[in-house]
């Protein structure tokens, strides 16, 4: 009932983890029963070991959470020598994330990803908003359609593009991707957000602003899912604050292939599970199908 093709792989289900949420390796899986997650997303890997930004770096608020962990990772020598050879026993398709501040950086990483037998797709995170420096390839689209191009030279694996909302319009950028050879998009990376301590007179994250995630985000997703879907052919990948079964429908109907589930699942570690259960009793009781609400959202003329 949940299955579904999304960019070059065949899902089991529509429900992806979101990259960052679920770590490096597949030990999230025991929180969730077989057939319920369509993809395991990792975390973002980059050439060289990152240790993030300064701790306070996480903070809550009613509408989900502001973060500024800045991909701080082992790096990719240290990946492909103890986490690699995990995903090769993992039973659903494992999609490896790319960070890097420059397209040589990008080219680096799919290669050595493309060379694993364990990764079945890869995610580009070109727009991560707790980096600095850099080229800024989440603000300039023709910046992000030469790395995306550089990329799709180095890998035959599906290649997927996250993007960002920090932007004036996501359009460009989604054509930029397609154009350039993704095989679907994620929509989207985290908006930057501020948290104030008003008694210190200071941000709440040490690093000024983070990513705000979380169902505070979801109508922003939402809205850039729809623009996105309806501007290019190829999946969209829906980011942004879906926590239950009724998010993830409205998503589908909004133009989106597949629903990543991130922010929900650090407080519902079976988020993704709670969420599949619903959605096959929701579809069973309406007598629908993914496939027939995908994209039907009616615009008001």
């Known amino acids: 009932m949940l299955r579904t093709m999304v960019g070059g792989l065949e899902l089991q289900s529509p429900l992806l983890t979101g990259s960052g949420t679920f770590g490096h390796d597949p030990a999230a899986l025991a929180f969730l029963n077989p057939g319920d997650l369509g993809a395991l997303v990792l975390k973002t890997v980059t050439p060289e070991p990152r240790f993030g930004n300064p701790s306070q770096r996480l903070a809550e ?5 502001i973060n500024a962990i800045g991909l701080e990772n082992k790096g990719l020598v240290y990946w492909r020598d103890h986490v690699a050879p995990q995903l090769k026993e993992v039973p659903l398709p494992v999609v490896a994330n790319a960070g890097g501040h420059s397209a040589t950086d990008y080219v680096a990483m799919v290669e050595a990803f493309d060379a694993m037998d364990g990764v ?6 070109l727009s991560c908003p707790n980096v ?7 603000t300039d689209a023709q910046a992000l359609e030469d790395v995306v191009r550089a990329c799709r ?3 035959d694996k599906p290649l997927w593009v996250k993007l960002s909302p920090n932007v004036t319009s996501i359009v460009p950028f989604a054509k930029a991707a397609e154009a350039s050879g993704a095989n679907a998009l994620t929509v989207c990376n985290t908006l930057v957000g501020l948290l104030v301590d008003w008694r210190k007179r200071k941000p709440v994250i040490a690093n000024g602003t983070g ?6 985000a979801k109508p922003v997703a939402m809205r850039l899912v729809w623009e996105a879907s309806s501007a ?3 999946p969209v990948i829906a980011s942004g604050g879906a926590s239950t079964a009724e998010d993830v429908l409205e998503f589908i109907v909004s133009g989106a292939s597949a629903v990543q589930i991130g922010t929900a699942s650090f407080r519902r570690p079976n988020a993704i599970s709670e969420i599949a259960t619903d959605l096959r009793h929701i579809l069973g009781q309406e007598k629908l199908t993914l496939d027939e609400l995908r994209g039907t959202l009616i615009w008001p003329h």
């Open 61 to 65: 608020f009613p509408g989900g959470v």
């Open 120 to 125: 079945a797709a890869i995610e580009l995170n």
């Open 132 to 138: 600095k420096g850099g080229t800024q390839f989440s």
């Open 153 to 155: 030279k180095t890998t």
């Open 211 to 216: 990513g705000l995630s979380g169902p505070a």
């Open 232 to 234: 290019v052919k190829i």
